[in-house]
């Protein structure tokens, strides 16, 4: 519970729908099994077309940004022309399993979108054969566009497994030290020897998304509040074992920021993470279309902003969450550091680029750059790109810091 009871009223005013109940006959994919029609490369998702009956590890599918980069789709993206981290996410019919609130991906879609046809963190995902992926990879060798490969597994009986055969066919083929691979875990189905046999494999960096930055929101959100299968207790499990299997740095978890906890719950788990050994990767909520969110606001900027800031100064600057002072509404009001140095993070601009695992240019940023994954490119949360002059002034307005003369 948070100690700013303001937070109660946000909490309240951030609450999900309800899901409904799925015919039978739209059940764990059933369409998809009953057309049973045969894949043939990639597959875009479109919702005119039967979709074909594919499934990991001989499909996965990848961030709209990771096929364009990749060359198996064409395509332009505002202001960045690819992206650092190769997402592969494991495909089936039946989908994930679990209901997230704020998830495209989610179970209660089943009788509106087939899984591979679902939007997710804003984007479509187009399946592509695993083989043909690691094949052009493979071959770009150095002049690989990809600094990170990562592996997002979901809430299948089979995801496992599944993913360990695919990390298997990369580091095959692909050197783990030219491209290294991070696996986004799904821990509900994982146990300890789970992690341990990932590391064993060459995996580099293991993240669990907690996403909700406190056990009520995740509750609410994930867990009996949408009949969805996820416990923290578990999550939080399967992060220590990570942590004593990966180590210091090789930690991490994904939090969502805008689900109704204050700034004071999220910056704290932030500094228990990186008390830890770990870090955090922050997505700005989006009420993602077709979600049981998607009726909710968009996490106001400023609101954004100063946890984005905050969570730079405690991730990479020597920042403590209890040198910050925050208002009764949980809100960062002081940084805890000068204004010189708060105007000299400002000013680099990278603390306001997208966080997650590192890539090849430096520890602070981010190989995993998800363009637009969680806003338009009309009002940015998460630069995919380093910010201009032009940008920091917004930035700078948004955080109500005055520029300097
Ligand atoms: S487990 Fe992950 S993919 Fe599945 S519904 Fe939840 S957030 Fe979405």
Redesign the pocket.
């Known amino acids: 519970m948070s100690c700013f009871e303001p937070g109660g009223e946000m909490r309240a005013r951030m609450a999900p729908r309800a899901p409904g109940v799925t015919p039978i006959e739209f059940r764990n994919g059933a369409r998809v099994k009953a057309a049973d029609v045969p894949p043939q490369g990639l597959y875009r998702p479109n919702d005119n077309i039967l979709t074909p009956n594919m499934r990991s590890p001989e499909y996965v599918q990848m961030s709209t940004a990771a096929a364009i980069t990749l060359g198996v789709m064409g395509g332009r993206m505002h202001r960045t022309s690819c992206t650092r981290c190769l997402n592969l996410l494991l495909t089936y019919p039946e989908g994930?399993r679990?209901?997230?609130a704020y998830?495209g991906?989610?179970r209660h879609r089943e009788a509106e979108r087939d899984y591979a046809d679902r939007n997710f963190i804003r984007v479509d995902w187009p399946a592509v054969p695993l083989a043909q992926t690691i094949d052009i990879v493979a071959k770009d060798g150095a002049e690989s566009a990809f600094h990170r490969m990562c592996i997002s597994m979901?809430?299948h009986p089979r995801s496992d497994e599944d993913t360990r055969t695919v990390l298997k066919a990369w580091t095959d083929r692909i050197d783990p030290k030219a491209i290294p691979v991070s696996i986004l875990s799904?821990p509900t189905t994982m146990t300890r020897e789970d992690v341990a046999r990932l590391k064993d494999l060459g995996a580099d960096i293991f993240t669990v998304?907690i996403d909700a930055a406190t056990p009520e929101i995740f509750d609410r959100t994930?867990g009996k509040g949408v009949q969805s299968p996820h416990s923290w207790a578990h999550y939080w499990e399967i992060l220590m074992a990570a942590r004593e299997i990966f180590g210091p740095q090789k930690f991490g978890a994904h939090i969502i920021v805008g689900m109704g906890e204050t700034e004071y719950d999220v910056l704290t788990l932030v500094q228990k993470l990186v008390d830890l050994g770990g870090h955090s990767h922050m997505f700005c909520f989006f009420p993602e279309k077709g979600s049981l969110m998607d009726h909710l606001p968009a996490t106001p900027r400023d609101q954004w902003r100063r946890v984005q800031l905050a969570r730079y100064l405690i991730d990479y600057q020597g920042g403590r969450v209890e040198k910050m002072r925050f208002d009764e509404s949980g809100r960062v009001v002081d940084y805890g550091v000068s204004d010189s140095a708060v105007e000299t993070i400002v000013g680099e601009g990278i603390a306001f680029r997208t966080s997650g695992c590192p890539g090849k240019f430096r520890d602070d940023v981010s190989a995993c750059d998800r363009p637009y994954g969680d806003s338009p490119p009309s009002n940015v949360a998460s630069y995919p790109f380093q910010p201009n002059g032009n940008d920091l002034r917004k930035i700078r307005r948004q955080l109500r810091i005055a520029e300097k003369a």
Do not use: F, G, K, S
Request: net charge positive.
């Open positions: 994930c679990a209901n997230c998830c991906l989610a979901i809430t799904n998304a994930r």
